[in-house]
């Protein structure tokens, strides 16, 4: 039946083209955005997995800015450590050398002396990002044995959880102003003489070759040498801190790159998909517009019959 009031052929059409044009604006705004899901009305649950992910990697990516400040930091201490060793090797030498009888100890004390001084430089200046592990102060309100690096995000369950790296610089110490028990200024006391010391102020300038002063320059010896080998685990200790926030630094690099990759599976457009919609799409579009023309042209039919 032909009607005029009813034009079912051109709703049709009309209902066609009104899709084709949705689908349409769909894959535009897809091929804009590079999203398949960009909004929470696209697909809720992607959605929102999606932009907890984003907010984890954005807090791993701070991670990675903490795992580098700690790494210049410890990279610090080790350097400033390890030319301390070669400082204190060099008191050991002139203390093995004063040893011989006859030798002008007052000319090797002011070697001593100017090393002494290096030593207490090397340390006041290993300082990274307002941090000195070599030089401290225990007795100050904000000082810390434990020195924690930001190392790790997790979320579990809904749960975050913060991983640290832990260093406890009681190890790494070299000078504590406040009680003088770092490696460097812990004193000792001569066993003939009586005599306080550390390696930061030793001094033989008054002794002689007697059998008690040679038996306390012995001692100083070994005082020294205890003192390289405590800075020398010190270091060692050093090393493995850093190793350990390099490996976890890689870790976290990786885990990003995943995360970003997971994110992208969930809502990253596929260009190549979404390109041959849209021609097709076109396509559709043009033909809706002739059929709509098409049928709209019938109405015009129905006045030739009144002619």
């Known amino acids: 039946m032909t009607s005029l009031l009813t034009n079912t052929s051109a709703m049709t059409a009309l209902q066609t083209l009104t899709q084709t044009n949705k689908d349409m604006a769909v894959t535009q705004s897809r091929i804009a955005t590079g999203y398949r899901v960009a909004t929470a009305s696209d697909n809720a649950a992607y959605w929102s997995i999606a932009t907890t992910m984003r907010s984890d990697s954005k807090a791993l990516s701070t991670v990675q800015d903490a795992l580098g400040l700690g790494a210049g930091t410890v990279d610090v201490a080790y350097t400033a450590t390890a030319r301390a060793i070669d400082v204190v090797s060099e008191i050991k030498a002139r203390l093995v050398a004063a040893r011989e009888p006859g030798v002008d100890r007052g000319k090797i004390q002011s070697e001593i002396s100017a090393f002494q001084e290096t030593l207490r430089s090397i340390a006041d200046g290993a300082v990274f990002s307002g941090e000195n592990w070599l030089s401290v102060d225990s007795g100050a309100a904000s000082y810390n044995a434990t020195k924690s690096i930001v190392s790790s995000f997790s979320r579990s369950g809904g749960a975050i959880t913060i991983g640290t790296i832990d260093v406890d610089i009681t190890a790494t110490e070299l000078f504590d102003a406040a009680d003088q028990s770092g490696i460097l200024d812990t004193e000792s006391t001569t066993t003939n003489g009586s005599v306080n010391y550390s390696v930061a102020t030793l001094t033989i300038a008054a002794y002689t070759d007697s059998a008690a002063d040679i038996a306390d320059l012995e001692e100083m010896i070994g005082t020294v040498d205890g003192a390289i080998g405590a800075m020398t685990d010190a270091a060692t200790s050093l090393g493995a801190v850093k190793s ?19 994110i992208g599976q969930l809502v990253d457009a596929d260009m190549n998909a979404e390109s041959t919609r849209l021609q097709a799409l076109q396509v559709q579009q043009q033909l809706g517009i002739q059929a709509l023309s098409i049928a709209n042209a019938n109405s015009q039919n129905i006045l030739s019959l009144f002619r």
């Open 244 to 262: 350990r926030i390099d490996l976890q630094n890689s870790f976290v690099s990786s885990l990003i790159d995943a995360i970003d990759r997971g």
